[in-house]
């Protein structure tokens, strides 16, 4: 069997060549190879060598990293901000001397940057965390006890928050960085729940690695050091972690696993009212999301199918959590041959949480299927499929 590699240049070659309306004969000629290596390429079964590469990207008229499926960060808002998000961050211990707001004012900016990131805004986070981030860290080094505590909890999500803008744009090293440092402000928060929080974002880490068993150890110990599930705030920091471990579990195809996680998370959930927020949105609709994409992770399109036939995500859920449920529906809708409906889905997703849609990788591997399978590609799919990047 070809290596992943090879067929996963092989299907972008493919749809690429596909969103430029190219037959294989013109993309060999302009590449100066042989359609009889052109289609081995796409088929998965040959890999060019660097000039051939390199011709073909020229051809197609893309960055060769595209073709290599190399994550590009696409904003120049997001980008532009980096570098004093790094400057914050790397202050955390030794900020600036500078003035600090009162609590409940801090309160309500920190209150601020989590709407803003459960409703995908990156680049305005991008541009408005780095003040917060270093005030905050301000206060958790110069304010007494018991203030200290509760500014450390602040800036823990503040942090998370950071997170999503560097998670979401590829900035893994940076995501890494802010996940030890949600960990850093949980301790000297002094609460069980920030320190909940705290194994919650740390999959991220997980995730990139693709070493999922210690993901779902470190979920799982979270879960035993977790406090008691007495109140709304404790028992919603144990349904966001068997949510996580949930997913994490299907994507290891551990069915069983994944299936006593949700069923954990089902009973907890029934007392809790949608929108609580406890390093994620949790509630009943929340619960649904993350059944659907526990479903994507084991292959089961129809169990995402029959969920989307009873039910749909309201207004109640936040913008990136009803969007992540289409940008599912369209994959299952795919696996089912659905492809006009797929592409509704991804379009709805878009109107949702455009900024999550855009550097979301499923979505364009939906995308660049639709475009590989279009016999007539419509101008529609063309246009999204160029603004995600999937071609």
């Known amino acids: 069997m070809p290596p992943s590699s090879q067929i996963g240049l092989g299907a972008r070659v493919a749809s690429t060549r596909g969103g430029r309306r190219m037959t294989q004969v013109a993309l060999a000629r302009a590449a100066g190879m042989s359609l009889s290596m052109l289609r081995k390429i796409e088929q998965g079964t040959r890999y060019p060598s660097d000039d051939g590469l390199s011709n073909l990207a020229d051809a197609l008229g893309v960055d060769i990293h595209r073709l290599l499926g190399i994550r590009e960060t696409r904003d120049s808002r997001v980008n532009?901000?980096?570098p004093a998000m790094r400057a914050a961050i790397d202050g955390y211990d030794m900020p600036e001397d500078g003035p600090i707001r009162a609590l409940p004012e801090l309160r309500e900016a920190v209150d601020t940057a989590v709407e803003r990131r459960l409703a995908s805004q990156y680049a305005l986070l991008a541009q408005t965390l780095p003040d917060l981030l270093t005030e905050l860290a301000r206060a958790v080094c110069v304010l007494p006890d018991p203030e200290r505590h509760r500014a450390?909890?602040?800036?823990?999500?503040a942090y998370r928050a950071a997170d999503a803008v560097a998670y979401k744009h590829g900035h893994f090293d940076l995501?890494?960085?802010?996940?030890?440092?949600?960990?850093?402000?949980?301790?000297r928060a002094d609460d069980e729940l920030q320190t909940a929080v705290a194994a919650y974002v740390r999959t991220e880490i997980f995730f990139v690695s693709g070493n999922l068993a210690s993901g779902l150890r470190s979920l799982e110990r979270a879960l035993d050091a977790a406090p008691p599930p007495q109140g709304t705030q404790a028992r919603a920091a144990r349904v966001a972690l068997h949510m996580r471990a949930s997913v994490v579990a299907a994507r290891m195809r551990?069915?069983?696993v994944a299936r006593a996680h949700m069923t954990e998370a089902e009973v907890l959930v029934a007392s809790i009212p949608e929108g609580v927020y406890c390093g994620t949105a949790v509630g009943p609709s929340s619960l649904r999301v993350h059944k659907a994409s526990?479903?994507?992770?084991?292959?089961?399109g129809a169990a995402v199918l029959g969920l989307a036939g009873e039910w749909k995500p309201g207004t109640e859920l936040p913008?990136?959590?009803?969007?992540?449920?289409?940008?599912?529906?369209a994959q299952a809708q795919l696996w089912s041959g659905k492809r006009d409906?797929?592409?509704?889905?991804?379009?709805i997703a878009r109107k949702i949480a455009p900024e999550h849609v855009r550097e979301h990788p499923q979505v364009r591997n939906t995308l660049a299927t639709l475009v590989r399978l279009q016999r007539s590609l419509p101008d529609a799919l063309l246009g999204y499929a160029e603004w995600a990047h999937a071609i």
């Open 319 to 329: 913008a990136e959590r009803r969007s992540h449920f289409y940008i599912d529906l």
């Open 294 to 300: 526990a479903a994507i992770e084991l292959g089961d």
């Open 152 to 157: 450390a909890a602040l800036l823990t999500g």
């Open 254 to 256: 551990r069915p069983d």
């Open 341 to 347: 409906d797929a592409f509704a889905s991804l379009q």
């Open 175 to 187: 995501s890494g960085r802010l996940v030890e440092l949600i960990r850093w402000a949980a301790a």
């Open 80 to 82: 532009a901000a980096l």
